[in-house]
Nanobody, 129 residues
Framework: VQLQASGGGLAQAGDSLRLSCAAS????????MGWFRQAPGKEREFVSF????????YYADSVKGRFAISRDNAKNTAYLQMNSLKPEDTAVYYC???????????????????????WGQGTLVTVSS
């Protein structure tokens, strides 16, 4: 599976951006899709995932209520709608496709990098104050 992330750019605090992750070469609908980000000088961190099948979503506390992940299986594309952007959202954003969720309380979670099989190249989001 090849993943191509796009939609990054320069935004001001409070603005919105929508990232896209286009997949090719595999059965997109059978993978959970996740977004991670890496800020300058920091380790890559989990942002959000959407499961395959039910489309259950999950967010890091830092973006909960501001970001929304979605997927369109007909277009083989996942999205990350980012609202109320903050300067601390500045990072390179990576999308990933995963099949190795961690079971917890009857559901599978894809919050760790080890859950993912394929990664996109990243798209830079810069938020100015």
């Amino acid at each position: 599976v090849q993943l191509q992330a796009s939609g990054g750019g320069l935004a001001q605090a409070g603005d919105s951006l929508r990232l896209s992750c286009a997949a090719s070469g595999g059965t997109f609908s059978r993978y959970a899709m996740g977004w991670f980000r890496q800020a300058p000088g920091k380790e890559r961190e989990f942002v959000s995932f959407i499961s395959w099948g039910t489309g259950r979503t999950y967010y890091a506390d830092s973006v909960k209520g501001r970001f929304a992940i979605s997927r369109d299986n007909a277009k083989n594309t996942a999205y990350l709608q980012m609202n109320s952007l903050k300067p601390e959202d500045t990072a390179v954003y990576y999308c990933a496709a995963g099949s190795r969720g961690t079971a917890y309380s009857g559901s599978y979670y894809y919050t760790g990098e080890g859950s993912y099989d394929y990664w996109g190249q990243g798209t830079l989001v810069t938020v100015s104050s």
